[in-house]
C-alpha cells in the first residue's frame, strides 16, 4: 500500500508544520546547517529531502542553490510542486533519486547533506561510496539519521518502530556508519547523539497540535492518517528511550 498519500501528506503537516515530515523542522535545520560555512558559490546535494523544506531554507537563508533529491516518488512530486509554488523550481528543485542508478557524479558537490536518507537504502556502503565519489576535494558532508545500537535486533521496540515506518527501513549501527566514514577517508568532526533532543521534540510537537486543533477542524479524511502518525512517532519515542535506536548528527570532510 502507498504510504505517503495526499491526506497523510497533509496530515503529517500539521503536526510537523509546512513542508515538514518529522520533528527536523525549520529551527533543526537551521542548527545542523551552521557549522557547513553555506555560501552563494557553492554546489550544494541534499539527499533524503522529503517534500523540501530543508533544500528550500538553504536557498532563502544562503542564497545558495540546492538540488533536492528524494526516494519516494510521490514525496519527489510533492516537493517539487512546492518547489514552484515557492517560486525556487530553478533554485531549489526537489527530484526523485534512485540510489540505484547512481545519479551524482563525481566530484560534483562542495556540501552534501544527507537527511534520514541511510536507512531506507537498500545498500547502505554503495550509497555512501556514491556519495564520497560525488564530493570535490575539500567538500563536506553532514549526515542527520536514525540509527541503531550493535545489539538492535534484539529489542521489540526497534522492531515495532521499523514495522510502522514508511517503506522498508532497515538503519546501519552507529558503529558500522562511522566505520565507513573512516574508510572512505572521511574526517569526521562531529558526531553527536542528538537522540534526547529528538525525543523530547515528538510529544511536545504533538501536543502542540492537539491545543491548536479546533473539534470540527480536522477533516474525516485526515482523521486515520493522522492516528497513524501519532502510531508511527510513539514508536520512535519508545525506542529512543529504550536506547536501542538513537538519532546521530555527522559532519564529515574530504
Same mark, same amino acid.
Given at each position: 500500500?502507498?504510504?505517503?498519500?495526499?491526506? $497523510?501528506?497533509?496530515?503529517?503537516?500539521?503536526?510537523?508544520?509546512?513542508?515538514?515530515?518529522?520533528?527536523?523542522? =525549520?529551527?533543526?535545520?537551521?542548527? #545542523?546547517?551552521?557549522?557547513?560555512?553555506? &555560501?552563494?558559490?557553492?554546489?550544494? #546535494?541534499?539527499?533524503?529531502?522529503?517534500?523540501?523544506?530543508?533544500?528550500? +531554507?538553504?536557498? $532563502?537563508?544562503?542564497?545558495?542553490?540546492? @538540488?533536492?533529491?528524494?526516494?519516494?516518488?510521490?514525496?519527489?512530486?510533492?516537493?517539487?510542486?512546492?518547489?514552484?509554488?515557492?517560486?525556487?523550481?530553478?533554485?531549489?528543485?526537489?527530484?526523485?533519486?534512485?540510489?540505484?542508478?547512481?545519479?551524482?557524479?563525481?566530484?560534483?558537490? =562542495? *556540501?552534501?547533506?544527507?537527511?534520514?536518507?541511510?536507512?531506507?537504502? /537498500?545498500?547502505?556502503?554503495?550509497?555512501?561510496?556514491?556519495?564520497?565519489?560525488?564530493?570535490?576535494?575539500?567538500?563536506?558532508?553532514?549526515? @542527520?539519521?536514525?540509527?541503531?545500537?550493535?545489539?538492535?535486533?534484539?529489542?521489540? !521496540?526497534?522492531?515495532?518502530?521499523?514495522?510502522?515506518?514508511?517503506?522498508?527501513? &532497515?538503519?546501519?549501527?552507529?558503529?558500522?556508519?562511522? !566505520?565507513?566514514?573512516?574508510?572512505?577517508?572521511? !574526517? #569526521?568532526?562531529?558526531? +553527536? =547523539?542528538? %537522540? /534526547?533532543?529528538?525525543?523530547? %521534540?515528538?510529544?511536545? !510537537?504533538?501536543?502542540?497540535?492537539?491545543?491548536?486543533?479546533?473539534?470540527?477542524?480536522?477533516?474525516?479524511?485526515?482523521?486515520?492518517?493522522?492516528?497513524?502518525?501519532?502510531?508511527?512517532?510513539?514508536?520512535? #519515542?519508545?525506542?529512543?528511550?529504550?536506547?536501542?535506536?538513537?538519532?546521530? *548528527?555527522?559532519?564529515? %570532510?574530504?
Amino acid at each position: 500500500a502507498i504510504y505517503w498519500t495526499p491526506e $497523510a501528506i497533509e496530515a503529517t503537516q500539521l503536526v510537523w508544520g509546512p513542508d515538514h515530515l518529522g520533528p527536523t523542522d =525549520d529551527a533543526y535545520v537551521r542548527h #545542523v546547517l551552521k557549522p557547513l560555512g553555506i &555560501r552563494p558559490s557553492l554546489s550544494i #546535494v541534499e539527499i533524503g529531502s522529503g517534500l523540501g523544506g530543508g533544500a528550500r +531554507a538553504i536557498a $532563502a537563508d544562503y542564497d545558495a542553490w540546492v @538540488t533536492g533529491l528524494e526516494p519516494d516518488p510521490v514525496l519527489a512530486a510533492a516537493g517539487m510542486d512546492l518547489s514552484i509554488k515557492a517560486g525556487v523550481a530553478r533554485k531549489a528543485p526537489i527530484k526523485h533519486f534512485e540510489p540505484a542508478g547512481k545519479p551524482l557524479r563525481s566530484a560534483q558537490y =562542495d *556540501r552534501i547533506i544527507v537527511r534520514n536518507a541511510l536507512g531506507s537504502a /537498500a545498500g547502505h556502503a554503495d550509497l555512501l561510496q556514491m556519495i564520497r565519489d560525488s564530493m570535490k576535494g575539500r567538500a563536506q558532508l553532514l549526515v @542527520t539519521d536514525f540509527v541503531v545500537t550493535d545489539h538492535a535486533a534484539d529489542d521489540p !521496540r526497534v522492531t515495532a518502530w521499523r514495522e510502522a515506518e514508511p517503506g522498508d527501513t &532497515r538503519p546501519m549501527t552507529a558503529t558500522a556508519l562511522l !566505520r565507513t566514514l573512516k574508510e572512505l577517508d572521511l !574526517r #569526521v568532526h562531529v558526531a +553527536a =547523539d542528538e %537522540s /534526547a533532543e529528538i525525543a523530547r %521534540s515528538i510529544p511536545g !510537537r504533538w501536543e502542540r497540535m492537539r491545543i491548536g486543533l479546533k473539534p470540527t477542524s480536522l477533516r474525516p479524511a485526515l482523521v486515520g492518517p493522522v492516528l497513524r502518525e501519532g502510531r508511527r512517532w510513539q514508536h520512535c #519515542v519508545d525506542a529512543l528511550e529504550s536506547g536501542s535506536l538513537r538519532y546521530y *548528527r555527522i559532519v564529515a %570532510s574530504a
